[in-house]
């Protein structure tokens, strides 16, 4: 009897010690997987700092330069070239909207835009009386053209060249939104001139039926009038039996 109680004894004591190590070691693995994600996010953050470094120090460099470098990684970046030859350039897009307005730029000549874009938007917006021509790789991506090409002498064409990863490439005229904002001022006004012309309609009609309607109260009123004249004679007759009876 002692000596199978002292076995029982010894199986608690096992159980118990398997628990706390299977405690042990879920906190463990625990430990580890909050470790891995701060080595991983620190990596990512050295990356992203160190590619954000390697960015600006680019674009500054090539501030001299005829073909200028544009960068952004992880953020909203409108590039404005406006009343100076624009004689082509380099842009890399990295998690980014990037916007390249030529809306006002002068371009005497053929030029290159090239580029490469990584889950990032990319908008360029070409000046009128040139032509463009696209040679974008593109993977799960989405690339449009709108400028509409003329074949005419003395036309420069803008050539877009690159990559696009999982992004968006745009290009557009100058005059692209311009047409939709004058077709919808052109709605609203004739929506304007349709609710003027109802309201001078309405008016008119409540202005004829109030013309009308002013014979027809004279007419009620006059009818009451009458009928208060008959109720009083009814009553001056009532009133002038019992005085002749009397």
Sequence with gaps: MYI???????????????????????????????????????????????????????????ADDVVKKYNAIAESKVIEIQDEEFEGCEIKASASKV????????????????????????VIVVPEGVNVTC???????????????VDEEGIH??????????????????????????????????????????????AGESGENTVEAKPEVKADVDEKAEKSDGDRDDTDETDEIPLQEV
């Design 135 to 149: 040679d974008i790789e593109k993977v799960a991506s989405r690339v449009r053209n709108e400028v509409i090409n």
């Design 4 to 62: 199978l109680k002292n076995k029982q004894i010894i199986s608690k004591q096992q159980q118990t010690g398997g628990m706390i190590m299977a405690k042990k070691g879920s906190l463990l693995k625990t430990v580890i997987g909050i470790g891995s994600l701060a080595v991983a996010g620190k990596v990512a953050y050295d990356k992203y700092r160190n590619t954000k470094e390697k960015y600006v120090k680019e674009e500054k460099e090539s």
């Design 99 to 122: 916007v390249l307005d030529l809306s006002l730029a002068v371009i005497e000549k053929d030029v290159y835009i090239n580029f490469k874009s990584q889950a990032s938007s990319v």
């Design 157 to 202: 064409t803008v050539y877009v060249i690159g990559n696009a990863s999982v992004s968006n490439v745009d290009i557009i005229p100058v005059d692209f939104y311009g047409e939709d904002e004058d077709f919808e001022d052109e709605d609203v006004e004739a929506e304007a001139d349709e609710s003027n012309t109802d309201d001078a309609a309405d």
